[in-house]
Structure formats: structure tokens, C-alpha cells
């Protein structure tokens, strides 16, 4: 890839922060947007990214905000030039069985999980047909394509996910543009930490590689997809899971 142009939303988590690393390994570009509250985390990002120099940079970002999203893209296109590459990252849980589950934690999961990726690709996407070039990849889940105990509003928005990469991927696909799903299963990150132990060794003893996912696994399986040589493959769903969940 030459200097392609990356965003990666909630780029400065645990999975964001090594498709940040994967993408500017392969010669990206890479704008990590997220919220601006994550101080004492842009720290560490900034020296997991600091080999990377100027190649690795941040935008602060609410996926939730329409406006800010369009005003990111446009941003990006005025000071880099364009947006080659976006990568749906920004992702929340709200777990609680369906009989305990407020309003608000449907609410607010369905708007960062699915409105966030609606925002990100309608502001980039004008730019992408315009240039005849484009790779978009949203992040998925396991639990989108099993269900998850606890999960209602997080497996419904994360099946969504998959079902908006294979429509978009219709729409844009004679333009150059691919559009994938990477369907991550149980990774080593905060996210994942904070399922309660008990519950979470149950799920690492029924995943066949026998251990949680590192948030490289992921990040190499993205850049695959982002790679400019990778234009064969639009409307995919690829499974990262340690063979946790497998279908034809
Ligand atoms: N499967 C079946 N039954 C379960 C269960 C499960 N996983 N978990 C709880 N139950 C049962 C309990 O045994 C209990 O049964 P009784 O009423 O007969 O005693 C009943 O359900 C309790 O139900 P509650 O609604 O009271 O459950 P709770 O409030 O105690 O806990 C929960 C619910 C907080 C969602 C908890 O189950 C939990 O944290 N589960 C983990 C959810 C999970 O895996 N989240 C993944 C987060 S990471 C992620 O999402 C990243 C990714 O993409 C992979």
C-alpha cells in the first residue's frame, strides 16, 4: 500500500489501537479518532504509536454526532487529501438480560454500535465513489452472528453491522470500493476484562485454540482486508475467533 489514508474509529482502544499499528505497519496513513475524555489512554496510545511518528495521529471524535463525523471526513480530506480507508471500530456493551435491560442501555448501545457506522460511512463514502477507491471495514462480533446471554441490544447491533457491510458492499462494489465485516470473538481487551471471571474462563474453555484472541489477530486480519491488492473480497464476514464459532 503507498500512502494510503486511514480512519480507524474508536482508534485508541484495545482493538483500535493495533489496527492503527497493522495499518500504519502495511505504509497508512492513520487518523485514530475517538472521544476526547480518554486522556490518561491517548497517553498510552501515543507511545504504543510514537515509531510511527507523524503517521500516527489523533481526532477527537463522538460517532454518535452526525455532524461531527461529517466534519471529521471533511477535515481529513482538506488537510490529508482524502479518506481511503475507514475502519468502523467504536464499539460499547451494555449487558443485561432482556427482562433487567433500561431503555437507555439499549439506547445508547444502538447509537454508538450502528448509528456510529451509518455517520462514518455516509460522510466518507461521497469521497470514496468520487476517487473510484475505497476499503471500509466495520467490526463485528461473535456475539452477532451467536447471541450472547445478556446481549440483546450488542447482538442485535453487531448482526446489523454485517447486514449493512453486504448492502453497501452491493451499492459501491463496481466503484473500486470493498466493504467487509470482521467478526472478532473473545480478545484480550477492557472490553472483555470486564466480563465476570467466572463467566469469562466458562467461555475461554469452549474456545478450540484454547486462549483469548490478541487485538493483533484482529488488526492483521483488517489490514488484509484494507490492503489495495485485496479488491476481490466485498461483502465478507471474517471471523477472527479462535475457532470459538464456525459456519459454512
Ligand atoms: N447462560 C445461561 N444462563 C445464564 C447465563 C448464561 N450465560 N448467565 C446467567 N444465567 C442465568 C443465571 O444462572 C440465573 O438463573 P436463575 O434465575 O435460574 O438463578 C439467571 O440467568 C440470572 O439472570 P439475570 O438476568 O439476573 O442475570 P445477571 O444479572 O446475574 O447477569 C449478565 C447477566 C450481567 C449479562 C451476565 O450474565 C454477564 O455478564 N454475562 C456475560 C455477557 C458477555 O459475555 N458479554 C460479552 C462482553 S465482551 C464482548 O461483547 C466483546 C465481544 O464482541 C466478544
Redesign the pocket.
Known sequence: MSERIAIVTGGIGGLGSAICRQLARQGARVVAADLANRSERLGVFRQEMAEFGERVSFSALDVTDFDSCKRLIAATEASLGRVDILINVAGI?R???L??MEKSQWDQLMAVNLDGIFHMSRAAIEGMLARGFGRIVNIS???GQTG????TN?SAA?AGVHGFTMALAREVAAKGITVNTVS???CQTE??M???EV?REK?IAQIPVGRLGAPDDIGRAVAFLAADDTSYITGANLPVNGGYFMSF
Not at 450472547?148 to 446481549?151: D, S, V, W
Request: net charge positive; hydrophobic share 35%; no cysteine.
Open positions: 456493551t449487558d443485561a438480560s427482562r433487567k462480533s461473535v456475539n450472547q446471554f445478556g446481549q450488542y453487531k472478532p470473538g473473545y472490553m472483555v470486564a466480563v465476570p463467566i467461555i
